[in-house]
């Protein structure tokens, strides 16, 4: 089976009935599903031990590693999906893309691509590529049993932006004069990505992730005429690449109060929202006929507990008129949070939210 074959509608799984899942396809639920971005990673001491001696990128090619990694906050936290533990570079990686992840900087790649000729080192994605994204995803799936697993894929501009800079940014100053200075180059460039993300989103959910997630983590970046002309085709494609599984499409962004309508348009089921802009209004903006996910502050976690309570309670009253509700953080977990904390946050807001 091809990567680029015609979707077919998954088989309903053994996760189908998950509040998450009800929650993305704006269903009643028993409560408030709840998950975190970067559950699975750092903040675990569980996570420090597996992963000692064994570098970033090496680590994402494990099927049992991923596996352990992937379950830990499942079991820890009680969360109400898991997500599949890899990075937004490894199908870059997998195509032959000379990157690294190097420890406190983040991705860097070897000859970012500046030129048309530079386009020559992206290729086709194939599932035999990532067999091995293939392999944990079966192991993952039979441990997992009714809890969902979440498949996801870095964006095409959020990948653009690592191979045009050639690491992380602050001002993208490269990737925005190719995208104003060479339209049909960034089109391009952010085609290919499009096509490489959706074979990756494809192998996943093929493999059996019920839900994915693209994250567009720095389209914040941009203007929203910039957005919707230079970056919303490339997302749009790839959300209408796997439109046909029936799989919930999750689209997230950090600093994207501006562009939240947009990336509605740009086809997901569910939009998910940074702290920035409250639930409420974040669907005046998204408009009907979509979930919503998030949105307390990652950093409200170094508060006290009643603190944390207290934001949480705010978060879920501005979300309880949505027509789904997923809650979230508004970007990942950061890395020195107690993870009790986490723990705490996912009893209360079920709890609270219990029908
Ligand atoms: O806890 C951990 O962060 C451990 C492992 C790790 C990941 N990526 C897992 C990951 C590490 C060290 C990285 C490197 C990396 N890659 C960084 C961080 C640099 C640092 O040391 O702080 C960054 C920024 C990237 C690029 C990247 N990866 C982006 C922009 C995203 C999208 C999500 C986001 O945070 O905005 C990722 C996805 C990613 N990397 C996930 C995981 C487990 C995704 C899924 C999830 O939410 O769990």
Same mark, same amino acid.
């Given at each position: 089976?091809? /990567?680029?074959?015609?979707? $077919? ?5 053994? /996760? ?27 903040? +675990? ?16 090619? $494990?099927?049992?590693?991923?596996? %352990? ?8 936290? @009680? ?9 937004? #570079? ?16 983040? &991705?860097?790649?070897?000859? &970012?691509?500046?030129? $048309? ?8 994605? *194939? &599932? ?5 994204? *293939?392999? /944990?995803?079966? +192991?993952? =799936? ?23 800079? @050639? ?35 494809? #192998? ?60 509605? %348009? ?39 507990? %009643?603190?944390? %309570? ?24 950061? &890395? ?6 986490? =723990?705490? +946050? ?10």
């Amino acid at each position: 089976m091809s /990567a680029n074959d015609a979707p $077919r509608a998954q088989q309903p799984s053994a /996760a189908y009935d998950s509040a998450f899942l009800k929650a993305c396809r704006r269903e009643p639920v028993p409560h408030t599903p709840v998950w975190f971005m970067r559950q699975a990673g750092r903040s +675990l001491p569980e996570y420090r031990k597996v992963r000692e001696g064994t570098a970033m990128l090496e680590s994402c090619m $494990r099927p049992e590693l991923v596996t %352990e990694i992937t379950l830990q906050p499942v079991r820890r936290h @009680g969360v109400d999906a898991a997500i599949y533990f890899s990075d937004i #570079v490894v199908p870059l990686k997998a195509i032959g893309i000379d990157l690294d992840i190097k420890p406190g900087i983040g &991705p860097v790649v070897e000859h &970012p691509i500046r030129t $048309r000729a530079d386009l020559a080192q992206l290729r086709d994605l *194939t &599932p035999e590529d990532v067999s091995y994204v *293939t392999e /944990a995803i079966g +192991l993952l =799936t039979r441990e997992l049993g009714a809890t969902p697993l979440i498949g996801f894929a870095g964006a095409p501009f959020t990948l653009a932006s690592y191979l045009v800079e @050639g690491g992380p940014s602050r001002t993208y100053e490269n990737a925005k004069a190719m995208m104003y200075g060479d339209p049909e180059l960034w089109a391009d460039l952010l085609d290919r990505l499009a096509d490489i993300t959706a074979a990756f989103l494809k #192998v996943q959910i093929e493999a059996g992730a019920s839900a994915v997630q693209l994250f567009d983590s720095w389209a914040g970046a941009l203007a929203p005429v910039d957005y919707r002309r230079s970056v919303l085709p490339a997302s749009a494609k790839v959300f209408e690449a796997v439109a046909g599984y029936g799989v919930p499409r999750i689209h997230f962004g950090v600093g994207t109060g501006e562009l939240l309508g947009l990336m509605g %348009e740009a086809g997901a089921d569910v939009v998910g929202v940074d702290w920035r802009v409250p639930m409420d209004e974040a669907a005046r903006r998204i408009g009907p006929g979509k979930a919503l996910q998030g949105n307390l502050d990652p950093t409200v976690l170094f508060a006290p507990t %009643e603190a944390v %309570e207290a934001k949480t309670r705010e978060v879920l009253a501005s979300a309880q008129d949505l027509e789904g509700h997923i809650f979230n953080l508004g970007h990942g977990v950061m &890395p020195s949070t107690d993870p009790d904390a986490l =723990t705490r +946050l996912v009893e209360h807001v079920h709890a609270l939210t219990a029908r």
